[in-house]
């Protein structure tokens, strides 16, 4: 007599979940650790009333420190005082305003602030996600030993697919593991740097860095991006304090041409009129965006300033003239850098002004302020 053993192997994701790059708000980079029931529901509340909704931001996450224990079970426990409705009231509000939830876990025993973490309980908490109505999981790196990174972000990613609920699979290990070389078929983004911190180009001693310094460490991974699988150089810090209207300008542009996933780490509930403008620009957001899916690439270096250019479905560019220095300077790009003969004529549209400059052959020059980007597109006749 013979004896079937079955092998059933999940080995997938939940695709096409993410074809551009997932838009929405983390609470972690202005909130940290104090995140509770009513701050979830009042950045849903704002993220329809300011307008982000309607420009493309869908998901509300809920980062670290959400989490107190686990119960006789094993069940995974939101912390009473702070989230007292449970996490799947919280879940059903975000639903209610047309958006999707999002929440945060860890690969390792503890997440990065001593919560409990996933390790050894991975599809217990993915049958308990996909009860409360999760769309969206970030699974850190901390306190994970020996553990390797790519065994450990696949059982996870073979239990959000046996829980049955779809979910976009965020993988956090800050690109330790070389996530862009074999995360494609596991997770839907892949952090690919290290944390942003609220700056231009600070660093601290742990290699989190200001967005500039994360935007070198991501420049070369472009040929690994692409519809449903993204490089993600981390949350945006515009609106915060540390960056000015024109440094947190030229953050946006740049993370359009990445093709970066644009997640919001500011407070939705008092924003400046220059913080909102940034965030909900259509046109940039239309770039990153992009059906073609294509990370931009950086096509000329002169010291402090750079032009970077990504190729967009309709066959037109997007390109970003930036000015790291600090002084005004006029950046030019050929059209041989955008892989256009210099005989053909083009318009160029400037993104910010939302302005037609006018048909060029050969090249376009703008001047670019000190810490600031223009961003055009060029359109072929």
């Known amino acids: 007599m013979s004896i079937l053993v079955s092998t059933f192997s999940f080995a997938q994701k939940f695709e096409g979940l993410a074809m551009t790059p997932p ?13 509770s029931e ?5 950045i849903a509340d704002a993220m329809v009333n300011s307008g982000m909704k309607d420009a493309g931001y869908q998901y509300v996450i809920i980062d670290d420190c959400w989490q107190t224990g686990r119960d006789l079970n094993g069940n995974i426990i939101p912390d009473p005082e702070r989230f007292p409705s449970g996490m799947k009231a919280v879940a059903d509000y975000v639903h209610s305003k047309g958006l999707k939830f999002g929440i945060y876990s860890d690969a390792g025993t503890k997440t990065c602030q ?10 217990q908490d993915a049958r308990t996600y996909a009860a409360w109505g999760v769309d ?17 972000y696949m059982l996870m990613r073979d239990a959000i697919y046996k829980a049955g609920r779809p979910v976009v699979f965020s993988l956090c290990d800050w690109g330790i593991s070389k996530p862009w070389l074999w995360a494609k078929d596991v997770g839907h983004l892949w952090r690919a740097t290290d944390d942003i911190m609220d700056c231009w180009d600070c660093e601290d001693n742990r290699n989190n ?9 991501v420049a070369d991974l472009y040929s690994y991006s692409g519809p449903d699988h993204w490089n993600d150089p981390d949350m945006l810090e515009v609106g915060n304090s540390g960056l000015s209207v024109s440094e947190s300008r030229a953050h946006f542009s740049l993370w359009c041409i990445l ?19 940034i965030l909900t620009n259509k046109e940039a957001i239309d770039v990153d965006q992009d059906a073609l899916g294509k990370q931009g690439v950086k096509v000329r270096d002169d010291g402090d300033l750079e032009v970077w250019v990504k190729q967009l479905a309709d066959g037109s560019r997007a390109v970003v003239l930036f000015n790291r220095s600090k002084q ?19 318009k160029v549209r400037d993104l910010w002004l939302h302005k037609d400059m006018g048909n060029y052959k050969k090249s376009y020059s703008a001047a670019v ?10 359109t072929p006749l």
């Not at 001593?114 to 599809?123: H, I, L, S």
């Not at 302020?369 to 060029?378: E, L, N, S, T």
Request: glycine share 6%.
């Open 23 to 35: 838009m929405g708000w983390n609470s972690w980079n202005k909130f940290g650790c104090d995140v």
């Open 38 to 42: 009513k701050l979830i529901k009042e």
């Open 114 to 123: 001593q919560r409990p973490g996933a390790r050894g309980y991975e599809f």
């Open 136 to 152: 969206y999981l970030k699974l850190d790196w901390c306190n994970t030993s020996t553990q390797n990174a790519q065994a450990s």
């Open 209 to 217: 860095a200001g967005f500039t310094i994360l935007l070198d460490r």
């Open 259 to 277: 093709a970066a996933p644009l997640i919001a780490g500011n407070d939705l509930r008092n924003m400046t009129e220059e913080t909102l403008t």
């Open 328 to 346: 005004e300077a006029t950046i030019a790009v050929s059209w041989e850098e955008l892989g256009y003969p210099a005989y053909i004529k083009a």
């Open 369 to 378: 302020p000190p810490h600031d980007a223009v961003m055009i597109r060029v």
